[in-house]
């Protein structure tokens, strides 16, 4: 059985969104047959909420939720999978430069994962950053598709699973309910719980997934100075 | 006129083709009194940085707006109270623009409705993202 996930969504609990989680769950519930999501993960910004209990919205919606965390690197933003005690206890989650290869060896030693988010951003991305530094070691995977990705980016990104040999994975980064499970990720195995999310993660059997709608190309306005 | 009880989560609004002339801007720029070159003179752009010249935050915070106070409509029945918005990407003139927006939730015992809103260029890019509340009043 199958599991499509969205990897990364912000409900309001990071600062720059307004979208509480119980509105992403009924938008899932009413847009299954655009975007079939098994559940989401929210990712909130320098943060992991080790309290919040979503199990009551689950069981409502038939959505399951999980729980990460989006840091701030030296080589741009990481999500951060199976955030426990250990790893809350090595690493300031606010801190906005942490050592991109510590957590990713950190991480990984205390049973989490963690994944480079959009790669192909300029500024917070990966793929700007091995343009000056060496490329880090141990890294399972990237998201190559990112529900706000501008032109050329998600492109940028699939350039370095090319190069590096990376697994791809995708999630919408949505800040607004209407824009959650843009972009997902299709795992082979079934996933219930953050323990099998990470399991999963490391074995490379899924792959990036797109219900971002295909839209009609628009003619570009004729630029036209008329000062 | 519109009415709390005829709303549904998932209602659109738009959307919208918009063009927005240099022209424009300069005049938004002029009434606003913020004449700074980003706003009036892709030159003067261009020296601080961006492509060329770009639209006021506040113009496109009221091109929005517009979106929902249309779906309002005339006849009234319900007003914009809130409006928050985040400026990804710089918004250019003599470009097409395309408004979206939809209703996401709602709060019976207050009677409003939250609704995401934001500005596409014709490569689909979202370059000025928000959420509007609208209150009803029955």
Redesign the interface.
């Known amino acids: 059985m199958s599991t499509t996930l969205d990897l990364h969504s912000h409900s309001d609990a990071s600062e720059?969104s307004?979208?509480?989680v119980?509105?992403y769950l009924?938008?899932i519930r009413?847009?299954r047959s655009e975007r079939p999501l098994d559940g989401i993960v929210l990712t909130e910004h320098r943060q992991y909420n080790r309290d919040a209990d979503y199990r009551a919205l689950e069981d409502k919606f038939g959505v399951m939720v999980l729980r990460a965390s989006e840091v701030e690197t030296n080589y741009g933003h990481v999500l951060v999978y199976g955030v426990n005690d250990d790893i809350l206890s090595r690493f300031d989650f606010a801190n906005i430069r942490l050592d991109a290869q510590t957590l990713i060896d950190e991480v990984e030693r205390m049973g989490g994962v963690a994944v480079p988010c959009h790669p192909g951003r300029p500024n917070i991305g990966l793929y700007e950053h091995y343009a000056a530094k060496p490329p880090l070691e141990n890294l399972i995977a990237v998201e190559v598709l990112n529900g706000?990705s501008?032109?050329g980016e998600d492109e940028r990104s699939a350039e370095l699973v090319a190069r590096f040999g990376y697994h791809a994975v995708g999630g919408s980064d949505s800040?607004?309910?209407?824009?959650i499970g843009l972009c997902a990720t299709r795992f082979a195995a079934e996933i219930r719980s953050i323990d099998d999310l990470v399991r999963e993660l490391k074995t490379g059997i899924y792959e990036p997934v797109d219900f971002r709608p295909r839209?009609k190309a628009?003619?570009?306005?004729?630029?036209?100075?008329?000062? | 006129m519109k009415r709390f009880a005829d709303i549904n989560i998932g209602d659109t609004l738009g959307p919208s083709e918009q063009f927005v002339s240099k022209d424009n801007c300069r005049a938004f720029a002029r009434a606003g009194g913020i004449e700074a070159p980003r706003f009036t003179d892709d030159e003067g752009a261009r020296k601080e940085g961006l492509p060329g010249m770009i639209l006021p935050g506040n113009m496109s915070l009221g091109l929005l707006s517009k979106l929902v106070t249309d779906w309002i409509g005339a006849e009234g029945g319900a007003r914009l109270i809130r409006m928050s918005t985040t400026y990804r990407v710089p918004v250019q003139p003599d470009h097409k623009l395309t408004l979206h927006g939809f209703v996401t939730h709602s709060t019976p015992a207050e009677r409003t409705a939250e609704i995401d809103v934001w500005i596409e260029n014709e490569d689909a890019e979202r370059l000025v993202t928000g959420t509007a509340t609208v209150q009803f009043d029955s």
């Open positions: 720059d307004r979208a509480p119980e509105a009924n938008w009413l847009r706000g501008r032109k800040h607004l309910v209407s824009l839209r628009v003619a570009h306005a004729v630029a036209e100075e008329t000062r």
